[in-house]
């Protein structure tokens, strides 16, 4: 009786060390390097992404927002007349509000609130992939009807195939890595046991992207034809992954 219950103790112990083991990420049972390579490439932008609005302001809700609809069709039949695709040209957002006048005495306290108006807005952005045309096409937004101009932003447009080879880039940079740790240590390398890629390959700018921004603005009479001038300069697609190596003698 006394070795049967030897033997049951040790199948025993042994299921349990073999549970415990399962539930042990594979790197923390083995000697193992992690190290984190990068990779990054400066790149020219190929697409320009011009953000601007029409918006109406008239004292009846109805008369804004009819007259802002009015409005808007002209920029954007503007924009397809350019030869601009109807995919590149998306709404962003169109609200009406009422617009009040404020009255405060001495003391900052508000005294008096009065509705002055109904203020339309129709927000819109277009895609230009021909970006040496952009600062054409916003100045004459413009002065078709586009009196809140957001801005214009640049992006590289497929960075998927250019990110992938960073990708491979970025773990031969682990690699070398690691390789220089164990070398100076007479180890080795053995077999990958982890490869922690980034949440998604993002091209990050190397500065803040290139934007030009004007309130409601309107070009000077002498000035409607002059192009706003803008420089899309660079951007700077960077990856990185995080390998894990079982360390041999």
């Given at each position: 009786?006394?070795?049967?219950?030897?033997?049951?103790?040790?199948?025993?112990?042994?299921?349990?060390?073999?549970?415990?083991?399962?539930?042990?990420?594979?790197?923390?049972?083995?000697?193992?390097?992690?190290?984190?390579?990068?990779?990054?490439?400066?790149?020219?932008?190929?697409?320009?992404?011009?953000?601007?609005?029409?918006?109406?302001?008239?004292?009846a809700a109805s008369a804004a927002a009819a007259d802002n609809a009015a409005a808007t069709q002209a920029v954007v039949g503007e924009v397809k007349a350019q030869g601009i695709d109807?995919?590149?040209?998306?709404?962003?957002?169109?609200?009406?509000?009422?617009?009040?006048?404020?009255?405060?005495?001495?003391?900052?306290?508000?005294?008096?609130?009065?509705?002055?108006?109904?203020?339309?807005?129709?927000?819109?952005?277009?895609?230009?992939?021909?970006?040496?045309?952009?600062?054409?096409?916003?100045?004459?937004?413009?002065?078709?009807?586009?009196?809140?101009?957001?801005?214009?932003?640049?992006?590289?447009?497929?960075?998927?195939?250019?990110?992938?080879?960073?990708?491979?880039?970025?773990?031969k940079d682990a690699l070398s890595r690691a390789q220089s740790y164990v070398d100076a240590l007479g180890l080795r390398l053995g077999r990958v046991i982890e490869i922690v890629p980034?949440?998604?390959?993002?091209?990050?700018?190397?500065?803040?992207?290139?934007?030009?921004?004007?309130?409601?603005?309107?070009?000077?009479?002498?000035?409607?034809?002059?192009?706003?001038?803008?420089?899309?300069?660079?951007?700077?697609?960077?990856?990185?992954?995080?390998?894990?190596?079982?360390?041999?003698?």
């Amino acid at each position: 009786m006394s070795l049967l219950r030897i033997s049951l103790s040790c199948v025993f112990l042994s299921f349990a060390a073999n549970a415990h083991a399962q539930d042990v990420p594979l790197k923390d049972q083995l000697p193992h390097i992690t190290t984190t390579g990068s990779a990054h490439a400066d790149v020219v932008p190929d697409l320009a992404i011009i953000s601007f609005a029409v918006v109406t302001e008239r004292p009846a809700a109805s008369a804004a927002a009819a007259d802002n609809a009015a409005a808007t069709q002209a920029v954007v039949g503007e924009v397809k007349a350019q030869g601009i695709d109807a995919k590149d040209i998306r709404t962003v957002s169109v609200t009406l509000s009422p617009v009040y006048d404020e009255s405060r005495d001495a003391s900052g306290h508000l005294v008096k609130h009065t509705l002055r108006a109904y203020s339309a807005r129709n927000a819109l952005e277009v895609r230009v992939h021909a970006i040496d045309k952009a600062g054409a096409l916003a100045r004459q937004l413009i002065e078709k009807g586009a009196n809140n101009f957001g801005g214009i932003t640049f992006e590289v447009e497929h960075p998927e195939t250019r990110l992938r080879a960073l990708q491979a880039e970025a773990t031969k940079d682990a690699l070398s890595r690691a390789q220089s740790y164990v070398d100076a240590l007479g180890l080795r390398l053995g077999r990958v046991i982890e490869i922690v890629p980034p949440g998604e390959g993002t091209p990050y700018p190397a500065a803040p992207r290139a934007k030009l921004a004007m309130a409601a603005a309107m070009p000077a009479p002498e000035a409607a034809s002059a192009a706003i001038p803008i420089e899309a300069g660079i951007e700077t697609l960077e990856t990185s992954v995080t390998v894990t190596w079982e360390l041999v003698q």
